[in-house]
């Protein structure tokens, strides 16, 4: 695990350095005009992400859009992803793509200080099951927020919607009740709705980049975390946690970004084209995380990890005692109860 940070470090670096920059070509050529024509050098986007390869995010970009844009311009674009943290953190990452260093990024919510909707990510007890959460952002409420987004963020559009995961807790110490939470200590997200759940649940929260978490966990910085199981593998959490209560508590997303300065440079067919790509492996990527839960907890208990599943009167104790905190997000957005409300109703 240090070895694969050391050297996603080295290739971080490397890539700052000398890089591939904004428009894809290594001589610093323009993608503008549409394409490659015979001969020429394909355009070359950077896509980067925080997941292992085995993420079904992940596995999306490299065996769905990539490989659909590769085909689909007859090799004028070529796609180069990188996972695990490769091209920086999550900030860095939006923070690339929003500048125009990096063509495409797969991100959580690193915007939601300044853009508040995009909460509505990590909004919990929101869906009724995962096939609910594919639905609402493979449809019409997607497109409506992509649309709102891109008018915040005129450097970016958002074009997709996948799964992160249904969030669990982990941790070193006993997590197989609600009670256990009081006095533990969890990393969770730079987000107020994480940090909020775990507080008032009893516990104490600190934010740490996802790519630090490994070492925090080793090293007892703190107790726990919360991730979905695909992540706590993809990350080789299991490694150093012993407990997993599958709470279920969020159905996280990540989103897919575009330079939008990239994208405007290119042809209609082919932003039609990446555009396509990205609805394609955001379907595909939820299709695969609905497969791969089972087989994640068995691997999971496998490794020696206990994992609890959460009862139905523990998630309404968990919802219960949270509500201080969704009252307040109530209170203080008034995009968001007819948002929830809207996501709700989907069938």
């Not at 533990?184 to 516990?203: S, T, Y």
């Not at 990350?235 to 575009?258: G, S």
């Not at 939008?260 to 595909?284: M, R, T």
């Not at 307040?328 to 957005?333: E, I």
């Amino acid at each position: 695990m240090k070895l694969t940070k050391v050297l996603a470090l080295g290739l971080a670096v490397f890539y700052a350095t000398g890089g591939v920059f904004a428009g894809g070509t290594k001589d610093g050529g323009s993608p503008q005009g549409g394409g490659a024509s015979p001969g020429a050098k394909p355009i070359t986007i950077k896509v980067g992400d925080n997941w292992g390869v085995t993420h079904p995010m992940a596995a999306a970009m490299d065996n769905i859009f990539k490989a659909q844009v590769e085909k689909n311009t007859n090799g004028a674009i070529k796609v180069d992803v990188y996972h695990d943290g490769t091209l920086g953190n999550e900030g860095d990452l939006w923070n690339g793509v929003r500048n125009g260093t990096i063509e495409v990024a797969i991100v959580g919510t690193p915007m939601n200080q300044e853009y508040p909707t995009m909460m509505i990510s990590d909004w919990p007890f929101l869906y009724r099951d995962i096939a609910h959460a594919k639905k609402v952002w493979t449809g019409p409420i997607a497109d409506e927020v992509n649309a709102e987004f891109h008018q915040k963020f005129p450097s970016v559009y958002m074009i997709g919607w996948g799964p992160n995961s249904a969030r669990t807790f982990t941790s070193n110490k006993s997590l197989a009740s609600v009670d256990d939470f009081k006095g533990q200590k969890f990393r969770m997200p730079g987000n107020p709705i994480h940090v909020g759940i775990a507080e008032n649940l009893g516990a104490s929260a600190q934010v740490i980049p996802l790519g630090e978490l490994f070492s925090a966990l080793e090293t007892g910085v703190v107790d726990g975390q919360d991730n979905g199981m695909v992540t706590v593998i993809s990350q080789a959490f299991y490694e150093v946690q012993k407990y997993l209560y599958e709470t279920n508590h969020i159905v996280a997303t990540l989103e897919i970004l575009v330079s939008a300065p990239f994208l405007d440079g290119l042809s209609p067919e082919y932003q039609k084209v990446i555009k396509d790509a990205a609805k394609a492996a955001s379907v595909q990527a939820w299709d695969d995380y609905m497969k791969s839960l089972d087989n994640d907890r068995a691997f999971l208990q496998s490794k020696g990890v206990t994992v609890t599943p959460c009862s139905a009167s523990d998630q309404a104790q968990i919802i219960q005692m949270i509500q201080p905190l969704t009252d307040g997000l109530y209170n203080q957005y008034s995009w968001a109860k007819p948002l929830t409300d809207r996501i709700k109703a989907v069938q």
